[in-house]
């Protein structure tokens, strides 16, 4: 394995050297050459991972000076951009519900709430799971979801009426309940998957026109809510069959944990405010905060709330509700590779790789409109089974998006097909984090994982195909074949 990683390491160099000699493509820029050469290593490496992904996203700032495709200034500008600070502030506020317990809190009574029948437990491990996913990284509540399950599973285990097996049965639909529920729920919001927010910088750094919190949220709320209640449906009725219907021990256990939390803390209810007015603010900052504050927008949200949680004390110790030394545990990573697909939007556009790019493409104009977004979901879904869901999103966005504009369709029929598709795959532990995550409780082995996420796959490509094509025109209120002003212009 480390052998293969070195000769993708000197690959990467190898295949961009090439290239450079042996010179251009007849119709394309320099520039854009230059940009191409880069984005082919950059996209090796994150396909292969021969470095971490946040490293090669670090590749921009030294290709693209370096060929005189772009100034180092334009380059770096982009690691700047202002979702890279709304994802900071997020992150934050992550940070201190996950360090005051609140996130379990949340859980364990929403768990509590649905019931104990064993479908019904899952159906509340998945809510659970969807809703923490909105607000919090998915990897994070993938994390913290998987003890509370493997709790609940060793619970069954043990008690001496359970069937045979049945704990095994049930431990594989309940550790794929939190990895669906993770992904899923990460779809509804801007803050809740990676992918979203590279979509709202990309088009506010080429079109400036911003996706904000709300109107993202009408759209991605949906699409969360159905495809929850499908995978639910499928899990408990199709992928998995319980003999044994009403889960022993389960609601006792549930309560003997929400029991040993204790009752809610000041810590908490402070967290819990500033959590809930913030979200408040994203939700209706729009219709409601810019009549009063005109500069508002959802990165100062984010940033105050951050912000407040340094300045407010936990107890009569003075201690603040998250220190320095609790933030700088955020995954910079993140940021870094957010960065660099941004660079690789602005050099796509600012070259006319991204034009020529769309030239090249007329042929798709025979294809129906809804076909070309099932083509695209279909792709993006099982690519993103064996690349970074992020890494994904900032490679197609750049080349979609005049595709679009060169077939005379509005780009966010292309462009939102490839955020939401990218958040979709269920099949392999490698495909997402919450994948992996509860592919380590030792419940799951690849071969199950495949065969119920397969299904998953087609079904939630048959979904977002209809929710794209059918309702995200009519929830933004565009014309899928027309243009705004801004679109226009760029085109």
């Not at 060929?67 to 992550?94: E, N, P, V, W």
């Not at 704990?167 to 801007?190: D, E, R």
């Not at 999103?393 to 005049?402: F, R, S, V």
């Not at 077939?407 to 097909?417: E, I, R, W």
Request: proline share 5%; aromatic share 12%.
């Amino acid at each position: 394995m480390k052998i293969r990683k070195n000769i993708f390491i000197i690959l990467g160099p190898v295949i961009f050297f090439v290239l450079q000699t042996l010179g251009g493509i007849k119709g394309m820029p320099e520039p854009a050459y230059d940009i191409l050469c880069a984005t082919i290593w950059i996209a090796f490496w994150w396909v292969t991972e021969a470095v971490p992904i946040a490293v090669t996203a670090l590749l921009p700032i030294i290709l693209f000076p370096l060929t005189g495709a772009l100034d180092i200034s334009t380059t770096t500008a982009s690691y700047g951009h202002k979702y890279i600070f709304l994802y900071m502030g997020g992150f934050m506020l992550a940070i201190a519900i996950e360090k005051w317990n609140l996130h379990k809190r949340m859980a364990l009574h929403i768990i509590n709430m649905i019931g104990t029948n064993i479908k019904k437990i899952i159906l509340g491990f998945m809510v659970a799971t969807a809703f923490l996913s909105m607000w919090i990284s998915n990897t994070a509540t993938a994390v913290m979801m998987l003890p509370i399950g493997m709790s609940i599973v060793s619970q069954l285990k043990d008690n001496p009426t359970t069937k045979k097996d049945e704990n095994q049965v049930f431990g594989k639909a309940l550790m794929l309940s939190i990895a669906y529920g993770a992904s899923i729920g990460g779809v509804a919001t801007l803050i809740g998957t990676p992918p979203n927010l590279v979509f709202a910088g990309y088009i506010e750094k080429v079109y400036d026109i911003e996706i904000t919190f709300y109107q993202w949220f009408q759209f991605g709320l949906p699409i969360s809510v159905l495809l929850l209640g499908i995978a639910w449906f499928y899990l408990t009725k199709f992928a998995f069959n319980f003999r044994q219907k009403e889960f022993p021990g389960g609601k006792s256990e549930i309560q003997r944990l929400i029991r040993e939390l204790g009752p809610m803390k000041r810590e908490e209810k402070i967290v819990l405010a500033v959590f809930v007015t913030t979200a408040v603010c994203w939700i209706s900052r729009s219709f409601i905060l810019e009549s009063f504050l005109p500069g508002i927008d959802d990165t100062i949200i984010a940033m105050t709330a951050g912000i407040v949680l340094f300045t407010l004390n936990s107890k009569e110790s003075g201690e603040k509700i998250i220190s320095w030394q609790e933030a700088v545990k955020m995954p910079w990573g993140i940021f870094l590779l957010f960065g660099g697909g941004m660079a690789l939007a602005s050099g796509f556009e600012v070259t006319g790789l991204a034009e020529w790019f769309g030239i090249q493409m007329t042929l798709l104009e025979a294809l129906p409109l809804i076909l070309l977004i099932l083509i695209i979901i279909f792709s993006v879904n099982f690519i993103t089974e064996l690349t970074s869901n992020l890494a994904t999103t900032a490679m197609l966005l750049p080349i979609l998006a005049p595709i679009a504009l060169e077939l005379d369709l509005n780009p966010y029929m292309l462009l939102v097909a490839t955020t939401v598709a990218a958040s979709c795959a269920f099949m392999l532990p490698v495909a997402t984090p919450p994948n992996a995550v509860v592919f380590g409780s030792g419940y799951l082995r690849i071969p199950d994982m495949v065969k119920t996420g397969i299904w998953m796959n087609l079904i939630s490509i048959l979904i977002l195909t209809g929710m794209v094509y059918l309702m995200l025109p009519l929830i933004w209120d565009f014309d899928p074949f027309g243009f705004s002003e801004q679109f226009i212009i760029e085109k």
